[in-house]
């Protein structure tokens, strides 16, 4: 093979892509593969974003990959300790020999006739147009804008004299100690920040439109800790795993059935860590029901902390207008701030924005069906990597990859060169590709490939039933089709086989 010519294309080095290619040396040795990485160093969301605090909204005995047992005391690690166990991870599996640095992936044309992809990158320094050939293309490039987040338009944005930052585009620069901090948001971001910059920040206000609910829990996990003294680290980590699984899926299940009852949980959680004197309802009540939108997660109840000793506070109100030395608030109320931080949310973006093409035909994702949550209707020997919303991303992915696995197995025994899903069933209903009520999804919802209202193509978010169905259910289940390129008779595309 040339030098760009492989069996299987990753992009993305993150978290999905080094655990991609971990599975691909395991179970599928003899096939040849890279990764591109848009970004210098390997990691995704672990490098990219340096805010104060950063860190894990998941335990990482089910955020960590596995196949490699997290060690650590801590459950909820920062952002170091994280992108410290994946650089470990590339390099123990010789996966970093692998990468192949900034190069943005722009566009992918499918040919059935050689049943290849023709990828095209951009070197992100010298602007080069990079082409690689491959049969399986494997994106693991996340599902959002790495060049920018979302930042609503503030009226009077140009009037403050301070500065204004988003935590996507935090250096180590940003000077905050000593000054009037305001942070714009609620989610698992702004309540990372609001403890940490507390710590050297005059006073810090988060300021929400609306509340979020937000849990505190231990930073490490007893059992997990408890287990390790007794046995070997791999069989600790796996019962950890499970126990952690069981319980995310009971508590969901629960929020499902009887939100009301966990709302009052919730709420009297949060009473507990800030007392009763605390407007509870108008600050950490909201109004959707606990996980219509993800929870945020407060490790040892640090943001309490910072609230109940005076160090932060929480405002929870409209903005009229940005001024010269703050915030101008709906109700009157005026926050002095000298830096203004906003935690608005990530702007979406499904498979980094490549533009994909099929025997010549251009396809619009949102025209597509999601297989398995894991694949495209009518696109051929394409998978992507994509994470629960309910719970920790590294456990679809770990189970993705094993798939593919399988899938690409299953083709060299029979001597296929693709495999392509197709929807013959005209009664299947269309949904959106994610239920959460969460401002950030539903601004990108319209752009996104749809799930259908039945198997294969609905996305469940239950582990135990992906690991049924990815893990054991039949590869030829009907639904996914194949074929192998011919160079002595004309060959069918998949698209055409859908007509």
């Known amino acids: 093979m040339s030098d760009n010519k492989f069996d299987v294309v990753i992009v993305g080095a993150g978290i999905s892509g080094i655990g991609a290619a971990w599975h691909l040396q395991q179970y599928c040795p003899d096939r040849t593969y890279t990764i591109l990485e848009g970004r210098e160093n390997l990691g995704g969301t672990w490098d990219l974003f340096r805010y104060p605090g950063i860190r894990s909204d998941s335990d990482m005995y089910t955020l960590g990959y596995s196949f490699k047992p997290w060690t650590n005391a801590r459950a909820i690690a920062d952002g170091p300790s994280i992108l410290s166990y994946l650089q470990e991870t590339a390099e123990e599996n010789g996966i970093d020999q692998h990468i192949q640095y900034c190069l943005h992936v722009e566009s992918a044309a499918w040919s059935t006739e050689t049943s290849t992809w023709q990828v095209e990158a951009v070197h992100t320094q010298t602007r080069e147009v990079v082409r690689f050939e491959c049969n399986f293309l494997y994106m693991c490039s996340g599902y959002y804008d790495y060049a920018e987040g979302y930042t609503p338009e503030f009226p009077g944005r140009q009037r403050f004299q301070g500065e204004v930052v988003h935590p996507q585009k935090w250096t180590s620069e940003i000077n905050y100690t000593d000054k009037k901090v305001v942070i714009i948001g609620s989610g698992a971001t702004a309540v990372t920040l609001v403890?940490?910059?507390?710590?050297?920040?005059?006073?810090?206000?988060?300021?929400?439109?609306?509340?979020?609910?937000?849990?505190?829990?231990?930073?490490?996990?007893?059992?997990?800790?408890?287990?390790?003294?007794?046995?070997?680290?791999?069989?600790?980590?796996?019962?950890?795993?499970?126990?952690?699984?069981?319980?995310?899926?009971?508590?969901?299940?629960?929020?499902?059935?009887?939100?009301?009852?966990?709302?009052?949980?919730?709420?009297?959680?949060?009473?507990?860590?800030?007392?009763?004197?605390?407007?509870?309802?108008?600050?950490?009540?909201?109004?959707?029901?606990?996980?219509?939108?993800?929870?945020?997660?407060?490790?040892?109840?640090?943001?309490?902390?910072?609230?109940?000793?005076?160090?932060?506070?929480?405002?929870?109100?409209?903005?009229?207008?940005?001024?010269?030395?703050?915030?101008?608030?709906?109700?009157?109320?005026?926050?002095?701030?000298?830096?203004?931080?906003?935690?608005?949310?990530?702007?979406?973006?499904?498979?980094?924005?490549?533009?994909?093409?099929?025997?010549?035909?251009?396809?619009?994702?949102?025209?597509?069906?999601?297989y398995k949550g894991m694949m495209f209707s009518d696109i051929p020997n394409l998978a992507l990597s994509m994470g629960y919303t309910n719970a920790s991303w590294t456990l679809k992915s770990d189970l993705t990859a094993g798939y593919v696995c399988r899938l690409l197995n299953h083709m060299k025994s029979k001597g296929l060169s693709w495999c392509c899903p197709k929807n013959?069933?005209?009664?299947?209903?269309?949904?959106?590709?994610?239920?959460?009520?969460?401002?950030?999804?539903?601004?990108?919802?319209?752009?996104?490939?749809?799930?259908?209202?039945?198997?294969?193509?609905?996305?469940?978010?239950?582990?135990?039933?992906?690991?049924?169905?990815?893990?054991?259910?039949?590869?030829?289940?009907?639904?996914?089709?194949?074929?192998?390129?011919?160079?002595?008779?004309?060959?069918?595309?998949?698209?055409?086989?859908?007509?």
């Open 424 to 499: 013959t069933d005209t009664d299947l209903e269309f949904e959106p590709f994610m239920d959460l009520t969460s401002g950030y999804v539903q601004r990108a919802m319209a752009s996104f490939p749809k799930q259908g209202s039945k198997r294969p193509w609905k996305l469940y978010q239950n582990y135990a039933l992906d690991l049924a169905t990815l893990g054991y259910g039949k590869v030829e289940d009907g639904v996914m089709t194949f074929g192998r390129c011919s160079s002595d008779k004309t060959v069918e595309s998949p698209l055409d086989q859908a007509a």
């Open 195 to 370: 403890p940490e910059m507390a710590k050297e920040a005059a006073h810090v206000t988060m300021l929400q439109r609306s509340p979020t609910f937000v849990v505190a829990r231990p930073g490490e996990d007893g059992v997990a800790n408890w287990l390790r003294k007794y046995l070997s680290a791999k069989v600790a980590y796996g019962l950890t795993r499970w126990k952690n699984v069981l319980l995310g899926m009971f508590f969901f299940n629960m929020c499902r059935k009887n939100p009301e009852r966990v709302r009052k949980m919730l709420l009297d959680g949060v009473r507990e860590q800030l007392g009763e004197d605390f407007d509870i309802n108008r600050h950490f009540n909201p109004a959707y029901n606990p996980w219509d939108q993800r929870m945020c997660l407060v490790p040892e109840g640090d943001m309490f902390t910072a609230i109940r000793e005076g160090r932060a506070s929480v405002v929870t109100d409209t903005i009229d207008t940005f001024t010269e030395t703050g915030i101008q608030l709906k109700s009157g109320e005026h926050l002095d701030a000298d830096m203004i931080v906003t935690a608005t949310g990530l702007k979406l973006q499904m498979l980094s924005g490549m533009k994909i093409t099929v025997d010549n035909r251009r396809i619009d994702l949102a025209e597509t069906l999601t």
